[in-house]
Nanobody, 115 residues
Framework: QVQLVESGGGLVQAGGSLRLSCAASGIIFSSDTMGWYRQVPGKQRELVATIANSATTNYADSVKGRFTISRVNAKNTVYLQMNSLKPEDTAVYFC?????????WGQGTQVTVSS
């Protein structure tokens, strides 16, 4: 059974940094695309960043140059380094694994950026 467990969220001032972690189990981590999405109340969940098994990355325009996604296959873990945070980055952040066309989700971690 696939499990994704996020950690690292919290409250930070604008301009600050946070690093999110997502530990995966139940999948062949090295072969799957991993990603981070975020959601605010009343809005659809949106893509933040993805990283393929080839380490190719993709970012939403709103976070390019500020966020970095990375993975350590030996630890079955994907990270999201978030720098220069803005109040509009406030959301629940979800870890995602794409396994043979099926999307799996973590429980989410709250990130709040104060102005």
């Amino acid at each position: 059974q696939v499990q994704l467990v996020e950690s690292g969220g919290g409250l930070v001032q604008a301009g600050g940094s946070l690093r999110l972690s997502c530990a995966a189990s139940g999948i062949i981590f090295s072969s799957d695309t991993m990603g981070w999405y975020r959601q605010v109340p009343g809005k659809q969940r949106e893509l933040v960043a993805t990283i393929a098994n080839s380490a190719t990355t993709n970012y939403a325009d709103s976070v390019k140059g500020r966020f970095t996604i990375s993975r350590v296959n030996a630890k079955n873990t994907v990270y999201l380094q978030m720098n220069s945070l803005k109040p509009e980055d406030t959301a629940v952040y979800f870890c995602n694994a794409q396994v043979r066309g099926i999307y799996y989700w973590g429980q989410g971690t709250q990130v709040t950026v104060s102005s």
